[in-house]
């Protein structure tokens, strides 16, 4: 069974730095391209990063050069590297794993910027 379990979030001041890990489970990690979304109060579920099996990377324009998507197939675990963090990057991130259209989620973390 596919599973993918996000950690890392957290409360941090504005101008602060987060790490958010996706550690994967029941699944080649190298198979599949991953991403992470986010949500916030009252809005849709957006994406935030993707890296692609290739290792080719792709951001919102809301986070460019401020967060940094990685992955470490052996580890079976994806990064997000969030800096400069502003309060409207508030919201609860999740993890996808992607592959042949099916797509699996993890159950999110909470990111809390506030001063």
């Known amino acids: 069974q596919v599973q993918l379990v996000e950690s890392g979030g957290g409360l941090v001041q504005p101008g602060g730095s987060l790490r958010l890990s996706c550690a994967a489970s029941?699944?080649?990690?190298?198979?599949?391209?991953m991403g992470w979304y986010r949500q916030g109060p009252g809005k849709q579920r957006e994406l935030v990063a993707s890296?692609?099996?290739?290792?080719?990377?792709n951001y919102a324009d809301f986070v460019k050069g401020r967060f940094t998507i990685s992955r470490d197939n052996a580890k079976k675990t994806v990064y997000l590297q969030m800096n400069s963090l502003k309060p409207e990057d508030t919201a609860v991130y999740y993890c996808?794993?992607?592959?042949?259209?099916?797509?699996?989620w993890g159950q999110g973390t909470q990111v809390t910027v506030s001063s």
């Open positions: 890296i692609v099996k290739s290792g080719l990377t």
């Open positions: 029941g699944i080649i990690l190298s198979m599949h391209d």
């Open positions: 996808n794993a992607a592959r042949y259209g099916f797509n699996t």
